[in-house]
């Protein structure tokens, strides 16, 4: 199946490049565009003595590390007519074992009218602000968007369908944009406080956590499904500020777990200014799982907020940021995860197409209401660590690129 | 004889230059000579140029095609029209272009390969200098 998805690209690829001259020439509607974006990560101490691994991930450890924000994609856009257009995105991104591939969208697009648009196919969740373009580092101002917000949502692509509906109103722009779908394929890493538990859940609550749980700073992750997947997203502005709202639900399956159609729903709302140099950026979500999925996927919510300003080239920003329980009922699994961090960021222009940014965040995590473990988004708590800190620092270094 | 031609070339090219320096300051934003449209409001040529509309006022489909970064009416077209900074357009596309909501309007060259895709183009919407104007594509505003 991969490599039948290679070869088709490999061709369309190859079909490009032969129109890109007759584009040239003046006709054919084929376009080729990419985007990438080379990082380095650095965490300033161990929080276990027994690995470098500082993330819960794994990816960022306190060695300097490339793999966790590095990534390049190529997405190829066709019209097939005046109406219809198809594109498709491809996406690597840097891993332990090199460099993994996978088909990130890939849908057609017919305008049915003017503020009509109907897509079908694989295509992006629109959780949040900048959902829809979350690899494209040079489209947004920091190096990754705060995790304590973006984590939450597992699910980054929906199969099925969405319309784009768009209302003009002089110098504003309403888009309403509802959708339909599954997703399959996703991975979550599931937390690691209930690995060791896996084989002794029974299907009916209330399982106990019996099982003797797995070395601290275990990273596993699980195969899940979402189906039934339904939501919306609203959205309102000029092209000096967006102000948005969605809401989604989905019935989550994970075998490996025992979970079967449990419920969840997810609800975001968020803002973006860039006027006269200032740019500010804030959004808060909150997210319910019921049953067994509760368990990997806990009741949490998180906000920040993120001001910057424009000097010519130069966009120095800081950033505020808390994941927090979201009253998680203490009869279930969950295992909330609670960290605050304060990001101070620069992003600098390296002409047009190009950025380099760095970044400093000062992480704190913190042990949620309804317990949990005290390591909010790390792989262990650094209280507890060979240093006894009570936050850590991560540097990060990154240069994008879109082309 | 090359050697005339050359210069004659050369002569033209600067006797151009010095034309296109004198009526630089107009740039006309054009159609198909069949459009029925009967002009544009910067402001509505300005959606059109950043895909968020793709009609004109008449109904027909509106696709705008840009000139290379550069060239000079493009500067000038993305000073008065536009009002972005190339910067600020890249910035504005990768947004639209990687979320699949939209593509920047086709480069296509410089004003002679501008007009000449308009005129051929029933659709089309382009800028070109003042002085490339003819009868080929028709003026739907001036920007002085």
């Given at each position: 199946?991969?490599?039948?998805l290679?070869?088709?690209?490999?061709?369309?690829?190859?079909?490009?490049?032969?129109?890109?001259v007759?584009?040239?020439?003046?006709?054919?509607?084929?376009?080729?565009?990419?985007?990438?974006?080379?990082?380095?990560?650095?965490?300033?101490?161990?929080?276990?003595s027994?690995?470098?691994?500082?993330s819960?991930?794994?990816?960022?450890?306190?060695?300097?590390?490339?793999?966790?924000?590095?990534?390049?994609?190529?997405?190829?856009?066709?019209?097939?007519?005046?109406?219809?257009?198809?594109?498709?995105?491809?996406?690597a991104?840097?891993?332990?074992?090199?460099?993994?591939?996978k088909?990130?969208?890939?849908?057609?697009?017919?305008?049915?009218?003017?503020?009509?648009?109907?897509?079908?196919?694989?295509?992006?969740?629109?959780?949040?602000?900048?959902?829809?373009?979350?690899?494209?580092?040079?489209?947004?101002?920091?190096i990754?968007?705060?995790q304590?917000?973006?984590?939450?949502?597992?699910?980054?692509t929906?199969?099925?369908?969405?319309?784009?509906?768009?209302?003009?109103?002089?110098?504003?722009t309403?888009?309403?944009?509802?959708?339909?779908?599954?997703?399959?394929?996703?991975?979550?890493?599931?937390?690691?406080?209930?690995?060791?538990?896996i084989?002794?859940?029974?299907?009916?609550?209330?399982?106990?956590l019996?099982?003797?749980?797995?070395?601290?700073?275990?990273?596993?992750?699980?195969?899940?499904?979402?189906?039934?997947?339904?939501?919306?997203?609203?959205?309102?502005?000029?092209?000096v500020?967006?102000v948005?709202?969605?809401?989604?639900?989905?019935?989550v399956?994970?075998s490996?777990?025992?979970?079967?159609?449990?419920?969840?729903?997810?609800?975001?709302v968020g803002?973006t200014?860039?006027?006269?140099?200032?740019?500010?950026?804030?959004e808060?979500?909150?997210?319910e799982i019921?049953?067994?999925?509760?368990?990997?996927?806990?009741?949490?919510?998180?906000?920040?907020?993120?001001?910057?300003?424009?000097?010519?080239?130069?966009?120095?920003?800081?950033?505020?940021?808390?994941?927090?329980?979201?009253?998680?009922?203490?009869?279930l699994?969950?295992?909330?995860?609670?960290?605050?961090?304060?990001?101070?960021?620069?992003?600098?222009?390296?002409?047009?197409?190009?950025?380099?940014?760095?970044?400093?965040?000062?992480?704190?995590?913190?042990?949620?209401?309804?317990?949990?473990?005290?390591?909010?988004?790390?792989?262990?708590?650094?209280?507890?660590?060979?240093?006894?800190s009570?936050?850590?620092?991560?540097?990060?270094?990154?240069?994008?690129?879109?082309? | 004889?090359?050697?005339?031609?050359?210069?004659?070339?050369?002569?033209?090219?600067?006797?151009?230059?010095g034309?296109?320096?004198?009526?630089?300051?107009?740039?006309?934003?054009?159609?198909?000579?069949?459009?029925?449209?009967?002009?544009?409001?910067?402001?509505d040529?300005?959606?059109?140029?950043?895909?968020?509309?793709?009609?004109?006022?008449?109904?027909?489909?509106?696709?705008?095609?840009?000139?290379?970064?550069?060239s000079?009416?493009?500067?000038?077209?993305?000073?008065?029209?536009?009002?972005?900074?190339?910067?600020?357009?890249?910035?504005?596309?990768?947004?639209?272009?990687f979320?699949?909501?939209?593509?920047?309007?086709?480069?296509?060259?410089?004003?002679a390969?501008?007009?000449?895709?308009?005129?051929?183009?029933?659709?089309?919407?382009?800028?070109?200098?003042?002085?490339?104007?003819?009868?080929?594509?028709?003026?739907?505003?001036?920007?002085?």
């Amino acid at each position: 199946m991969k490599k039948k998805l290679a070869c088709l690209v490999g061709a369309s690829l190859a079909c490009g490049a032969a129109t890109a001259v007759a584009a040239s020439a003046g006709d054919s509607g084929i376009s080729l565009s990419g985007f990438l974006t080379a990082g380095a990560t650095y965490a300033d101490q161990k929080v276990l003595s027994t690995t470098n691994a500082v993330s819960q991930d794994g990816n960022i450890e306190n060695t300097v590390g490339f793999t966790n924000d590095s990534r390049i994609g190529i997405q190829l856009s066709a019209k097939v007519n005046r109406e219809v257009s198809v594109t498709g995105q491809l996406l690597a991104r840097g891993s332990e074992d090199g460099f993994n591939m996978k088909a990130d969208w890939a849908f057609v697009s017919y305008r049915a009218a003017d503020p009509l648009t109907i897509r079908g196919g694989k295509l992006k969740l629109t959780t949040f602000l900048v959902s829809d373009y979350i690899e494209v580092g040079y489209a947004y101002p920091w190096i990754r968007p705060p995790q304590e917000v973006y984590y939450a949502n597992p699910i980054s692509t929906l199969s099925g369908a969405d319309a784009l509906v768009r209302f003009n109103f002089g110098d504003y722009t309403l888009l309403f944009q509802p959708y339909y779908g599954v997703s399959r394929g996703e991975q979550a890493l599931v937390p690691q406080e209930v690995i060791g538990a896996i084989p002794q859940i029974t299907f009916t609550p209330p399982a106990t956590l019996t099982a003797s749980p797995s070395p601290a700073g275990t990273v596993a992750y699980t195969d899940f499904t979402a189906d039934s997947l339904t939501g919306v997203n609203l959205s309102f502005g000029s092209d000096v500020f967006t102000v948005r709202a969605g809401y989604l639900q989905t019935l989550v399956s994970a075998s490996a777990f025992g979970v079967s159609q449990e419920k969840a729903t997810f609800t975001s709302v968020g803002g973006t200014l860039d006027w006269k140099g200032l740019v500010l950026y804030t959004e808060y979500f909150q997210r319910e799982i019921e049953g067994l999925a509760n368990m990997a996927f806990p009741n949490q919510k998180g906000a920040y907020a993120t001001i910057g300003y424009r000097f010519g080239k130069f966009l120095p920003h800081i950033t505020y940021a808390t994941l927090d329980d979201n009253d998680n009922p203490t009869t279930l699994f969950g295992q909330p995860l609670k960290q605050t961090s304060a990001t101070l960021g620069l992003r600098y222009e390296l002409g047009t197409g190009a950025a380099l940014k760095i970044e400093a965040q000062q992480v704190k995590p913190e042990a949620a209401n309804t317990g949990g473990p005290a390591r909010g988004l790390l792989i262990a708590n650094p209280a507890t660590g060979p240093e006894l800190s009570d936050n850590v620092m991560i540097y990060s270094l990154a240069v994008d690129v879109v082309f | 004889m090359k050697k005339h031609k050359f210069l004659a070339v050369v002569a033209a090219t600067v006797l151009s230059l010095g034309t296109s320096i004198a009526a630089q300051a107009a740039l006309a934003i054009v159609a198909h000579p069949s459009n029925s449209v009967s002009g544009i409001r910067a402001d509505d040529a300005q959606r059109i140029f950043l895909g968020k509309s793709g009609e004109f006022a008449n109904g027909r489909r509106a696709v705008p095609v840009d000139q290379t970064p550069g060239s000079a009416s493009r500067t000038k077209f993305m000073k008065s029209v536009i009002q972005k900074s190339e910067d600020e357009l890249k910035g504005y596309w990768s947004k639209l272009m990687f979320s699949g909501k939209g593509q920047p309007p086709r480069e296509i060259g410089d004003d002679a390969a501008v007009k000449a895709w308009v005129a051929s183009n029933p659709e089309a919407i382009g800028y070109i200098d003042g002085k490339f104007v003819d009868g080929s594509v028709k003026v739907l505003f001036i920007i002085p």
